[in-house]
């Protein structure tokens, strides 16, 4: 049986990033990988597990699509405890930690990556995800019709009002 790492991904709001899984698959082309995908809970108790497994849902179900090799787990909401609560040196090459970039990432503004690495002592890759794209509305606005110029003042009229189907 040939060598295996397992590397250990640290993601949330990115895990399903192109830029993530990219840089997966770029990994997993110079060795063979396993990865393990931890999202740490976006707050306690049970909604904040629940958001996360569905977000390992989505992200394992690209990354399989895309060739990897990958499960998931649900950590601590706080990302340190998380990590910390998850490395085992016995069983982790790596660990990937991938963010949102520098300005709209909390986790940047605690220094995570390097934070990982002094928790670990093990090789960290830092991967920039862009935020995700809104989902586009997917119920129809009517517009009124029959205002043409005049259809500002159809919020006075109450015939502006959006009806929904």
Not at 4 to 15: D, F, H, K, R
Not at 108 to 122: G, I, M, N, S
Request: charged fraction near 25%; glycine fraction near 8%.
């Amino acid at each position: 049986m040939a060598w295996q790492y397992e590397i250990l991904v640290v993601a949330n709001v990115t895990a399903d990033s192109i830029e993530l899984i990219d840089a997966l698959r770029e990994r997993a082309g110079r060795d063979r990988c396993h990865f393990t995908l931890l999202v740490p809970a976006a707050a306690g108790g049970r909604d904040g597990r629940e958001a996360a497994e569905r977000r390992i849902a989505t992200a394992t179900e690209r990354m399989r699509a895309a060739g990897l090799e990958v499960d998931g787990v649900v950590g601590d909401h706080d990302a340190p405890a998380a990590v910390r609560d998850a490395w085992d040196p016995g069983k982790y090459d790596e660990i990937v930690v991938s963010t949102l970039p520098t300005g709209s990432s909390k986790w940047l503004q605690v220094d995570l990556p390097h934070r990982v690495e002094q928790l670990t002592d093990a090789t960290v890759r830092h991967v920039v995800a862009q935020p995700p794209q809104p989902e586009p509305e997917t119920h129809r606005r009517e517009h009124p019709e029959g205002l043409g110029l005049l259809s500002p003042l159809g919020a006075v009229t109450g015939q502006g009002r959006a009806r929904h189907s």
